[in-house]
């Protein structure tokens, strides 16, 4: 396991791990869910409890923790997608509305989860600001707000740069939206306790078993390197490895967002910026800023840019300019902390369809689900598709199977190389747009 502690500081600081066997020989299960992140774990602890003594068998290529869920900024959050105006725009009024009501669900699906099962994930429930630190950035946020407060979402309000400076003290900060409804947790800590609750519900788990091969016929045989599995449902919780998978190659592409965290801040460090209640805070550019603290006091940065994937690569982790544009943002934001040391620099995929917007579904039939493209708003969103991929699999019929981005219709991404140079050409208008709106920064910035 300790091969794996650089892909993340949560994996680093998590300490020593066990984890489970892989599979052996041949196992018979009722359902095998390939991919044991977040949303994986959340379907088998569902699937478990919704159906006592069903065999559900969690299939992970590494171990719990090694992916997505386990390099994130730990935000559990109500954003879909990437904003409200472009879901509007996209999708319609009615459709950002239901999309929001199911974002908040999961927010709280998250806390009471946490809550039921004392889940050891350094959770807290703080809120959320979402920072503008330009003019333009400031008219960005409040029209997406004017969008969810006109359509009748109440919650969230605009806050001026003296109120939000009271909460966390950044010179560039203009204004913001404040959200109480967001909770921070410590990733690698809670997708291990997911674990600990989806075996403890009836689900096998076996880490170190990477599905190489997968044959439907009357049941599905999935083969591993030490053996197989033979299912008569299959869960796909695959998110932005989805691209390997067969019948899933064009639904979404993977990016790499990246991150780097400070040693410990001294309290007079922490005093100078203020933060005294802990918000998870972003800005408002196209390829955000996303920080936060650590139980410890370390801050974590991630975003600015994103480095973009070839084919099957997905080893995209290192980016030593974003590495060195973050380490320079903080101090930009902070310039308190010029001089602080950075201790953990890392990567982690996000799973973006072309429409910047989520989606589950069946592929084939009913015998196999899937679920994929979190935008990087996933921590909460994959909780509760655990509980929507339940219902599916079980066939019950129930709002969270019902909402519009179940078996909808996507935009397939090209094949290379289109791919690539499409990715490169959104990516570029978005950087673009960004440095448009912030040519004129704060005074003297």
Known sequence: MQEFSEKSYWLAAYGPYAPNAPVEGNLQVDVAIIGGGFTGLSTAYNLCKLSPGMKVAV??????????????????????????????????QQRTVEAHRYME????????????????SDYWFPGFLRAATTPGYMKRIQHDLEILTSMGISGIEWIDAESIRAEVDSPLFLGGWWEPRCGLLDPVKHVRELKRIAQQAGAQIY????????????????????????????????????????????????????????????????????????????????????????????????????????????????APRVFDDLERDVVRLFPALKGIGFTHHWGG??????????????????????SLGCVGHGVSMTHLNGCTLADMILERQTDLTEVWFVNRRMIPWPPEPLRWAVSHLIRGYLRTEDAIYERKMAPGK
């Open 207 to 318: 880490e170190g078993s990477p599905v190489e091969e997968i044959q439907r016929q009357e049941r599905f045989t999935l083969k591993t390197p030490s053996g197989q599995v033979k299912a008569d449902k299959i869960v796909l919780a695959t998110n932005a490895y989805s691209h390997l998978i067969p019948g899933l190659i064009s639904k979404q592409a993977p990016v790499f967002t990246h991150m780097v965290i400070t040693e410990p801040l001294s309290p007079e460090q922490l005093g100078s910026i203020g933060w005294k209640n802990r918000q998870g805070v972003e800005d408002a550019r196209n390829l955000v800023h996303y920080f936060r603290l650590t139980i410890d006091n370390r801050l974590v940065m991630g975003g600015s840019d994103v480095s973009i994937t070839y084919g099957r690569d997905m080893e995209r982790d290192i």
């Open 105 to 120: 669900r999961a927010v709280d699906y998250v806390d009471a989860l946490v809550r039921e099962h004392q889940m050891q």
């Open 349 to 370: 995929p996000v799973s973006v369809p072309v429409d910047m917007a989520p989606a589950i579904g069946y592929l084939g039939d009913k015998r196999a689900v899937y």
């Open 59 to 92: 299939l992970e290529a590494e171990w719990i923790g090694y992916g997505a869920s386990g390099r994130n900024g730990g935000f559990s959050m109500t954003l879909f997608g990437l904003e409200p105006a472009v879901t509007k725009l996209l999708f319609g």
